[in-house]
C-alpha cells in the first residue's frame, strides 16, 4: 500500500495551464479507472476535483480536466487563477482498499 | 446539504484508546459506504478503513490493521473508528468521508477530528 508518486510542486502564472502527475502501478492506477483527485486549501478539508479519472462534479470549472494514460494519471489546470492555489492529491481505489498521491503544492505566480 | 461532524480526538497516551465518531445529516446515510483518512499535519492524505451502508462488508489500510475497528448506527447516522494500541505515528486529524454511490471515490468530508498521542 505505497503512496502515489506526485511531484512536490507545480508553478504557473495567472492563464497559463499545469499539470499534476500521479503515478502508480498496474494495482492501482493502472488497474481501475477510478482515480479522484482533491484540492485542498490550508486548514480545509479536502474539496472533490475529479472522479473517474477525467470527470467533473457539479460546481467544479471546467478549467480542471482529468486523465490516464497505463499507471499515471493527470490533473491539468488550464487558465490559472489565483484560487487555484492549493494543495492536490490523486487518489486510486486498489481493489479493497484505496491509495492516496503524496500531494502536490500548486504556486500561483 | 450534506453534512459530517467528526468528534472524540483528544490527547491519549501511547497505548491507549479512543473512539471517534462522525455525524451525518442531509442523506439517507444507510445507503452509502463511509470512510476515514487521516492527514498528519503538514503532511499528505492516508485512508485508513470503510464500511459499506448495511455495515456488512469493511476494509482497513495494513497499518491500522487489527488495532482500529470501523462501525456504524443507522438508526444514529453515525460511522465510528474505534482506535486502540495508539503510537505516536497514528497522531493526525482524522477524516470521515462519504463513499460515492456507484463508484469508488468520496464526495463529501467532513472538518476532521484531531488525534494526538504523546506522554
Known amino acids: 500500500q505505497s503512496a502515489l508518486t506526485q511531484p512536490h510542486s507545480v508553478s504557473g502564472s495567472p492563464g497559463q495551464s499545469v499539470a499534476i502527475s500521479c503515478t502508480g502501478t498496474s494495482s492501482d492506477v493502472g488497474g481501475y479507472n477510478y482515480v479522484s483527485w482533491y484540492q485542498q486549501h490550508p486548514g480545509k478539508a479536502p474539496k472533490l476535483m475529479i472522479y473517474?479519472?477525467?470527470k467533473r462534479p457539479s460546481g467544479v470549472p471546467d478549467r480542471f480536466s482529468g486523465s490516464k494514460s497505463g499507471n499515471t494519471a493527470s490533473l491539468t489546470i488550464s487558465g490559472l487563477q489565483a484560487e487555484d492555489e492549493a494543495d492536490y492529491y490523486c487518489?486510486?481505489?486498489?481493489?479493497?482498499?484505496?491509495?492516496f498521491g503524496t500531494g502536490t503544492k500548486v504556486t500561483v505566480l | 446539504e450534506v453534512q459530517l461532524v467528526e468528534s472524540g480526538g483528544g490527547l491519549v497516551q501511547p497505548g491507549g484508546s479512543l473512539r471517534l465518531s462522525c455525524a451525518a445529516s442531509?442523506?439517507?446515510?444507510?445507503?452509502?459506504?463511509m470512510h476515514w483518512v487521516r492527514q498528519v499535519p503538514g503532511k499528505g492524505l492516508v485512508w485508513v478503513s470503510r464500511i459499506k451502508g448495511d455495515g456488512s462488508s469493511t476494509n482497513y489500510a495494513d497499518s491500522v490493521k487489527g488495532r482500529f475497528t470501523i462501525s456504524r448506527d443507522n438508526a444514529k447516522n453515525t460511522v465510528y473508528l474505534q482506535v486502540n494500541s495508539l503510537r505516536a505515528e497514528d497522531t493526525a486529524l482524522y477524516y470521515c468521508?462519504?463513499?460515492?454511490?456507484?463508484?469508488?471515490?468520496?464526495?463529501?468530508w467532513g472538518q476532521g477530528t484531531l488525534v494526538t498521542v504523546s506522554s
Open positions: 442531509g442523506f439517507t446515510f444507510s445507503s452509502f459506504w
Open positions: 473517474d479519472v477525467s
Open positions: 487518489c486510486s481505489y486498489a481493489g479493497t482498499f484505496y491509495v
Open positions: 468521508a462519504r463513499g460515492a454511490s456507484g463508484s469508488y471515490y468520496t464526495d463529501f
